[in-house]
């Protein structure tokens, strides 16, 4: 029963509340294996718990957030696979990948201070998808005619690969206010 | 299920770590699962006098009835699969070379060809990068053609309007998004390349005619272009500007209808683009929410989210209730509507595509009753992408972009009829050929 | 259409005489970071191959036709920004990337004018603009 009930709160936190938002891969964990989906299970929710993830650093630019949670602040408008859960960071790439220098650029607001920042989310290239932490969230996103504000292009531009690792979401300063799609 | 359910497993899982080779991997995945153990369309190979049967055979994609197919694409696996909706059988496959979105085989049946836009490095995931049109014959699904071209083709998890087959399947047009945007066109016939059109500030391809595509621009404009005799750019002309970017803009999903487009806003405001003139004309919009059901925070979403059934002038939408930003979240409904009245004559619930995924996981019998108690118990996760048949008798395909299956529905009545399983691992396209 | 947009730069740079040009109500630099620096990167130098550089911007000021272009240009004008405010930051980025300052200075309806003309071909133009460094027979 405790697996079932795991199964269940795995399940509803992860798919039935917004779905479209948690791992496919994590999911995939969960739903591939059936009877061993289980043992899997922690793993896959051990990144959304911060006592858990080992290194979940506190204070990030304001609120306890925990940048391998795609909930955390500076995600609102993500889609891809978080770096920090990569062996990079929600800054910095993981090792062997690229940084693309062209990208696009948003505002999240944080709700530690009530501030709108500027958020660039960077693609990390040259090696195949990370697998982990996946997250697509839409805050002021655009479709692809609107390419100021496009998340589902992959940015891999400027890079020697092409090829899309995961992303990052760095801080360029405080908006003055939020982007206008938001 | 026991050790040669956790070899798929460890299998499955190997994918991930090299999906360069998924293709491979996947093929001796699916050996092992079992579905590419019948070979489709093939006689049974006839035992010679010693009992052993013919080796060396190869299966073709069957002739006969086809309007219940579909092609369904993943972009993990890195291929797209051909199933017939009637009998839940996999036809066959195409390969789609690396990329984080949709590259999914778009089909010109006048041709029995399917192409593919592909992008691939010369040591598999480094070296030089090549893009090309491969072309595959419908029937052998073996490749007929590569066509070089630019190495810019467009690269975006969304939709199906990343390329077209223009009518009359002489030009293919390629989207590029570097992220600069233009389009490749290329000769089918003699299998060139024609050229590289710019189209600054517009994206996707809308194909309207044999020589005519439109594209849905950043300023709230539709973009028809128009070709010369050998596929080369004659014209391009704007739409007066008809959406608004910032407040309401329009999805990249449309769905066609001849010359006609008609594209859903976040808000759910449907409006019919029509590129049969000089210049494309927008209607003005329709909600396809009543003032009550917008309150109640119904919205349009999802990736392939719209469908419409041409002779009976049926559009599905998957709608779900939520706030701003969740353009892109799965919808729990898929409402009807008739075009001609603008009323919605259906709301079908989606189907709950969590209990095709894990049933062959599970190793659990189809149609037992701890099957319909998961069905029961467990939260449906909605559904991203829907495509329907054009036959009088429709079915319409459902999946959600993260889990192995497509649900099947009887298109008019809304029944729920059977289920694609295994289709693989995540994807956002549908393509009914 | 050639004629017609010939008298329409005229028209443009006489009125530009007039108005006065754009003062930001927002920073310039905030909206560049905001709405340009994701392709052509803090330091305007883009990316070879994908996004032209934007240093030495002020060359296509030479003839009106790259005045009206550097407006044009679609992640220019369709930038999500009233025209004011696209007027004052296109005057900054002329400044910061470039040497001269545009003379006389991009107001709001001279803007509003060009981003109302879509340019889907900017690859064709700009071409065309860097060819002829030869001076223009059009006022400056």
């Not at chain 2, 899982?13 to 093929?27: D, E, N, Q, T």
């Not at chain 2, 449309?254 to 487009?261: E, F, I, Q, S, T």
């Not at chain 3, 696209?86 to 545009?102: H, K, R």
């Amino acid at each position: 029963m405790i697996l079932l009930d795991r199964w269940f709160e795995g399940m509803t936190r992860g798919l039935a509340r917004r779905s479209g938002r948690r791992s496919f891969l994590a999911r995939l964990g969960l739903g591939l294996v059936g009877g061993a989906a289980v043992p899997l299970l922690p793993v896959a929710r051990a990144a959304q718990d911060p006592a858990r993830a080992g290194a979940a650093p506190e204070n990030i630019d304001g609120p306890a957030g925990d940048p391998q949670d795609c909930e955390y602040w500076r995600y609102c408008a993500i889609d891809g696979l978080l770096c920090s859960c990569c062996g990079g960071s929600h800054t910095s790439c993981p090792p062997g990948t690229e940084m693309a220098p062209v990208t696009w650029v948003g505002t999240c607001r944080n709700p530690a201070d009530g501030k709108d920042y500027i958020i660039s989310y960077n693609d990390c290239c040259g090696k195949t998808f990370c697998g982990r932490c996946f997250c697509n969230r839409n805050e002021g996103e655009r479709p692809a005619y609107h390419w100021y504000r496009n998340n589902d292009i992959n940015w891999c531009y400027g890079t020697k690969s092409q090829i899309y690792h995961c992303s990052v979401a760095v801080v360029l300063g405080v908006a003055v206010e939020g982007q206008p799609e938001k | 299920m026991g050790a040669a359910a956790e070899g798929d497993i460890t299998l499955l899982m190997s994918c991930f770590g090299r999906l360069g080779r998924a293709v491979a991997c996947g093929v001796v995945a699916a050996a092992l699962s079992g579905f590419a153990t019948d070979s489709v369309g093939e006689e049974p190979a006839a035992a010679s006098s010693d009992g052993a049967e013919k080796w060396g055979g190869v299966a073709q994609v069957p002739d006969g009835p086809s309007d219940h197919r579909v092609w369904v694409h993943d972009r993990v696996l890195e291929h797209t699969l051909l199933f017939d909706g009637d009998s839940g059988q996999m036809l066959g496959a195409v390969d789609g070379a690396s990329g984080v979105g949709a590259r999914p085989a778009y089909p010109a049946p006048g041709r029995n060809e399917l192409y593919v836009v592909e992008t691939y490095y010369s040591r598999g995931l480094r070296g030089a990068r090549t893009d090309q049109l491969v072309v595959y014959d419908a029937k052998t699904l073996s490749v007929r053609a590569e066509i070089r071209i630019p190495n810019k083709a467009a690269d975006t998890g969304q939709g199906i309007a990343l390329g077209a087959v223009l009518d009359g399947e002489r030009f293919f047009a390629a989207l590029n998004q570097s992220p600069g945007s233009s389009v490749t066109m290329i000769d089918l016939e003699s299998r060139e390349l024609v050229e590289e059109i710019v189209t600054g500030g517009c994206s996707m391809v809308y194909p309207v005619g044999p020589r005519r595509f439109g594209m849905l621009c950043g300023d709230g404009t539709a973009l028809l272009v128009e070709l010369t005799e050998q596929g080369g750019k004659r014209r391009a002309v704007s739409s007066e500007a008809f959406f608004d970017v910032v407040t309401d803009p329009v999805t990249v999903a449309g769905v066609r209808d001849g010359a006609k487009w008609y594209f859903a806003s976040f808000d759910g405001l449907l409006y019919e683009v029509d590129f049969s003139a000089e210049k494309p004309v927008a209607s003005e919009p329709w909600s396809l929410f009543t003032d009550d059901e917008r309150g109640a925070g119904w919205r349009i979403g999802g990736f392939q989210h719209l469908a419409l059934h041409r002779s009976s002038r049926r559009l599905y939408s998957i709608v779900h209730q939520g706030g701003t930003g969740t353009h892109k979240d799965a919808g729990l409904s898929i409402w009807v509507y008739d075009l001609t009245t603008r009323e919605r004559v259906m709301q079908i619930d989606a189907p709950n595509v969590l209990i095709p995924f894990m049933r062959p996981q599970m190793g659990i019998e189809r149609g037992s009753l701890i099957l319909r108690i998961l069905d029961y118990v467990l939260p449906p996760p909605g559904v991203h992408t829907i495509a329907v048949t054009q036959d009088a008798a429709p079915l319409l395909f459902a999946r959600n972009v993260d889990l192995g299956a497509v649900a099947v529905l009887d298109a008019m009545s809304g029944e729920h009829v059977g289920d694609l399983e295994e289709v693989g691992l995540s994807g956002t396209t549908l393509v009914v050929p | 259409m050639r004629a017609e947009l010939r008298r329409l730069l005229l028209a443009v740079w006489c009125v530009s005489l007039i108005g006065a040009p754009a003062v930001a109500e927002v920073s310039p630099r905030h909206d560049y970071v905001l709405h340009c620096s994701g392709c052509h990167r803090a330091d305007g130098t883009g990316a070879p191959d994908d996004i032209p550089s934007l240093i030495g911007i002020d060359r296509f000021l030479r003839s009106p036709e790259g005045r009206a272009y550097l407006i044009r240009a679609p992640g220019v004008a369709q930038a999500p920004v009233s025209d004011e405010r696209l007027a004052a930051l296109m005057n900054w980025v002329v400044v910061e990337f470039g040497a001269d300052a545009p003379s006389p200075g991009y107001t709001a309806v001279e803007v509003g004018v060009w981003r109302a003309r879509p340019l889907r071909d900017p690859t064709e133009l700009r071409a065309r603009l860097l060819a002829s460094d030869a001076p223009s027979d059009e006022p400056r």
